[in-house]
């Protein structure tokens, strides 16, 4: 299939690029300021602010289907800029749904574990949202702007880590870059997650398209842990003193938005409709270890020269 992938110089959109390129597809990404001129693949930028960017978007990439992966994605970013937050992540989703709708091709729209307030945890896609930030609250927006435009999309909830382009973008590269460098770091024991390897999402979502499906699904590992578990097992897995990752609390962090502690969420629906489980956050540390064994996180890289 001929892939639009928008956000494709993210953390989810490079890695999603690839492993569509693996899997045989061909791939047409859409980045917004950087460009990725190094790529085994075509792609443009455009500033989907612009409703007629969004437009033109589609017609020179002519998909057979789309994973809709862009955003503003820094939650406190957000907070500070909600006029683009609502317009990226509200507005947009919905202007690409009518599109696909109108095209009747596949559509996954990515949206967010944050649209539940942690209160509870153990979520599933029947739990009603409660949102705590402009980030969870627009991207809850957008969810609602897809299921309308376009009821069979399927709008993929996700958490992820992996490599991105900066060498920044995630979770675990933040961990093993400072404990690379011997720094000591804060790990939160109060903020748990189930997250995925962005690989083993990418394909997740590619089986998904392949499969037909359709609606809300949570794309999140079966098993979850805390943030400072998370750290602790990422120092394991590449050979760094775990002693360097501080216990912590996220209330003592000086943060811009509010966070959610327990954004634990269930992926029963996914493993039902897919017949077999999303991969464990143990299978991706040790996928993301083999990766940077391997100089993946050097090769893509290299599509931004
Ligand atoms: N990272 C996570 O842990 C996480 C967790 C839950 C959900 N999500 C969701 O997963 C999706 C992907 O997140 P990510 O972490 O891969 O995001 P990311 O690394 O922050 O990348 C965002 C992407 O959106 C593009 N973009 C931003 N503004 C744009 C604009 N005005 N026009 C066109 N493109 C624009 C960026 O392009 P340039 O960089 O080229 O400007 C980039 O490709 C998002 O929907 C996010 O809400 C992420």
Known sequence: MRLLITGASGLLGVNLAWEAMQAGHAVVGVTGQRGLPGAPFPAFRADL?????????????????????????????CEQHPDLAHRLNAEVPGEIAALAAA??????????????????GNYTEDDAPNPL?????????????????????????????????????????????????????????DVFFCPLLANHLARLLLESLER????????????????????????RQFGYPHTLIRPASVEDASLTARRAHNLTLRSDKLAKALRHPPPTWETGIADFHRLHRQG??????????
């Open 49 to 77: 602010t612009s409703p007629a960017a969004v437009e033109n978007m589609w017609a020179q990439a002519r998909p057979d289907a789309v994973v809709h992966a862009a955003a503003l994605a820094h939650v406190d970013a």
């Open 103 to 120: 095209a009747g091709i596949p559509l996954v729209h990515v949206s967010t574990d944050a649209v539940f307030d942690g209160a509870r």
């Open 133 to 189: 930030s402009t980030y969870a609250r627009t991207k809850l927006a957008g969810e609602q702007a897809v299921a309308a435009k376009y009821p069979q999309a399927i709008i993929a909830r996700v958490n992820f880590f992996g490599w991105s382009l900066s060498g920044q973008r995630s979770l675990a590269e933040w961990f093993v870059n400072n404990l690379s460098a011997g720094q000591p770091v804060n790990g939160f024991t």
């Open 212 to 235: 037909g499906l359709s609606g809300l699904y949570h794309f999140t590992s079966p098993a979850c842990l805390s943030k400072y578990a998370f750290g602790v097992a990422l120092a």
């Open 296 to 305: 993946y996180p050097q090769h893509i890289r290299r599509w931004l020269r």
